[in-house]
């Protein structure tokens, strides 16, 4: 449970990073980015696994590069259910956030997650 709060808080973290570099991904606050990051983790669980089960042919002829458009609908299902407190201007946007998104994800995962894992 613990893990999970901490995922949420770092998630909402990256969200309001990524709003400050697109004038086109805007979030209403702090508030909004806990509350999208929240709708985003259940969207991740419930949502995420059946597109990725129906796109898999096109996954894997991509070489799992399809698996950026699955998380940038899955951003866009979580804007359109927030309404004006998070707000993505176009799929293109939600596809470059996504990239933006995993590389900050990688960036934490190889820099602070790893390195707290080997000094245990």
Same mark, same amino acid.
């Given at each position: 449970?613990?893990?999970?709060?901490?995922?949420?808080?770092?998630?909402?973290?990256?969200?309001?990073?990524?709003?400050?570099?697109?004038?086109?991904?805007?979030? /209403?606050? @702090?508030?909004?980015?806990? #509350?999208?990051? =929240? $709708?985003? !983790?259940?969207?991740?669980?419930?949502?995420?696994?059946?597109?990725?089960?129906?796109?898999?042919?096109?996954?894997?002829?991509?070489?799992?590069?399809?698996?950026?458009?699955?998380?940038?609908?899955?951003?866009?299902?979580?804007?359109?259910?927030?309404?004006? /407190?998070? @707000?993505?201007?176009?799929? #293109?946007?939600? =596809? $470059?956030? !996504?990239?933006?998104?995993?590389?900050?994800?990688?960036?934490?995962?190889?820099?602070?997650?790893?390195?707290?894992?080997?000094?245990?």
């Amino acid at each position: 449970m613990t893990r999970w709060l901490i995922s949420i808080l770092v998630n909402a973290l990256i969200l309001i990073v990524v709003a400050g570099f697109f004038d086109s991904f805007q979030l /209403s606050g @702090v508030a909004a980015a806990l #509350g999208a990051s =929240l $709708l985003l !983790s259940i969207l991740n669980v419930l949502v995420k696994p059946f597109l990725i089960l129906l796109t898999l042919p096109v996954t894997v002829l991509s070489l799992g590069l399809f698996l950026f458009v699955i998380n940038a609908v899955t951003l866009m299902i979580a804007q359109g259910l927030m309404g004006d /407190s998070f @707000v993505i201007d176009g799929f #293109g946007t939600a =596809l $470059l956030a !996504s990239v933006f998104i995993s590389i900050i994800h990688l960036m934490i995962q190889k820099g602070i997650v790893e390195p707290m894992k080997k000094d245990k």
